[in-house]
């Protein structure tokens, strides 16, 4: 069975610096792993996802995963935090049938 | 293109009483998934339409949920009666095919709130 862990409930970073969200997934076979982020009272938006090509996945809003099969890890990074990035993320592997296994989300808090 | 629409955006209701949630996909999307988040839990796949038909209906918690999806287009997910334990928030999602992992497009949620 697929599932994925988010190991931070809620982080908080300042204005500029680095994000980093963590996640880990379990599957017994090759994953297809994602990340949404919704912002208040909107619907859940693709950021990015990987479906066994690069390990290295670009997404937009200038955030950028990597798929790490030996850590089974799939943490989603940005460089430099935006206000605008203050939202709630899901990390998300898919199952057979597509349907798709969350995880419990982080909320991301930026800080002036 | 329109996205995932979903209506009503919030309903209240007593616990005894009948619900109905509605979800229109985006025009031409085969594949259409029911999923809910209860407060502070994580959000769960309830079922999943291929068309008109019922490919996977696992998540559906209990008898009490039904849904539908007539003519293969918009869906409803009606729960008779509704209890505290459905308040919560329901999305609805949607996809353009199966061969391979295809992106699915949420709709903003249905937020229930049974008192």
């Known amino acids: 069975a697929q599932s994925v862990t988010q190991l931070d409930s809620h982080v908080s970073v300042s204005e500029g610096t680095p994000v980093l969200l963590r996640c880990n997934y379990s599957?017994?076979?090759?994953?297809?792993l994602f990340w949404y982020v919704q912002h208040p009272n909107k619907g859940l938006q693709l950021l990015l996802k990987y479906t066994s090509a690069a390990t290295l996945v670009k997404g937009i809003n200038g955030f950028e995963a990597e798929f790490k099969k030996s850590e089974t890890s799939f943490h989603l990074t940005k460089p430099s935090a935006h206000m605008s990035d203050a939202a709630e993320y899901f990390c998300?592997?898919?199952?057979?049938?597509?349907?798709?296994?969350f995880g419990a989300g982080t909320r991301l808090t930026v800080k002036p | 293109e329109a996205g995932v629409t979903q209506f009503p955006s919030h309903s209240v209701i007593e616990k005894g009483q009948t619900v109905t949630l509605r979800c229109d996909p985006i025009?031409?999307?085969?594949?259409l998934y029911w999923y809910r988040r209860v407060m502070g839990k994580e959000i769960k796949f309830l079922l999943h339409f291929v068309k008109e038909s019922k490919q996977d209906e696992s998540g559906m918690p209990n008898n009490r949920f039904l849904a539908e999806r007539t003519g293969g287009t918009y869906s409803t997910l009606k729960v008779q009666p509704a209890e505290l334990e459905d308040s919560g928030v329901y999305f609805c999602?949607?996809?353009?095919?199966?061969?391979?992992?295809?992106?699915?497009?949420f709709g903003p949620g249905t937020r229930l709130t049974v008192t």
């Open positions: 998300v592997v898919s199952g057979r049938n597509n349907d798709m296994r």
């Open positions: 599957s017994s076979y090759s994953p297809s």
């Open positions: 025009s031409g999307h085969d594949n």
């Open positions: 999602a949607s996809s353009n095919g199966l061969a391979g992992v295809w992106e699915q497009y």
